[in-house]
Structures are given as structure tokens and as C-alpha cells.
């Protein structure tokens, strides 16, 4: 078997793909469907319902954190007020 081509486009057509493979920004219809995945969406949709006040999701980077707050948030329905911050990191301290 030939090695794969160097270009993503040649990528593509290497692996009969129809779209990029990789992109910026996540494309939720890629979510996987995990046990632990739809335990933390489970999870996450029951502390909205308790109006907790405070939920923090912790996990390895790129085990789809992001991804699953997009999926759980986009599905939520009015009169949540919600906030979602992706990189705490990101965050400036000073006032």
C-alpha cells in the first residue's frame, strides 16, 4: 500500500472524505456518543434543571469538554441564562 499524500486536500480524496477532516472550530455532529460522554451531558442537563448556580466540567484536553457544553447548551430551552467559558486561561484577573 502507497503512503498518504502530503496535501490536506490530497488527503481527502486519499481517504474517499467529502470534508475536511480537522477545522478550527469543533463540528457537532462528530460527538461521540460515549457512556461517559452522555453521563456528563446527563449530568450537566440535571444540575441546569436544579438551577445549580455553579458547574464545572473537568477533564483531559481533548476528550470533547467543549464539544458536549456546545451539544447540552444548544439543546436547552428559554428561561436558562447560561455561560460557558472554554478557556479559563484565556481570562484576564486584572479589573
Known amino acids: 500500500m502507497e503512503p498518504p499524500p502530503a496535501s490536506a486536500a ?4 486519499f481517504y474517499g472524505l467529502v470534508e ?5 472550530a469543533a463540528d457537532l455532529k462528530f460527538l ?3 457512556t461517559a460522554h452522555d453521563h456528563a451531558a ?3 442537563l440535571s444540575a441546569m434543571a436544579r438551577h445549580d448556580q455553579l458547574v464545572v466540567l473537568v477533564g483531559q ?3 470533547g469538554k467543549t464539544m458536549l457544553c456546545r ?15 472554554a478557556d479559563p486561561r484565556s ?4 479589573c
Open 10 to 13: 490530497a488527503y481527502e480524496s
Open 20 to 24: 475536511p477532516p480537522f477545522s478550527a
Open 32 to 34: 461521540y456518543h460515549s
Open 42 to 44: 446527563q449530568s450537566l
Open 61 to 63: 484536553e481533548g476528550v
Open 71 to 85: 451539544v447540552v447548551m444548544g439543546g436547552t430551552r428559554p428561561p436558562h441564562v447560561d455561560s460557558f467559558i
Open 91 to 94: 481570562m484576564s484577573t486584572s
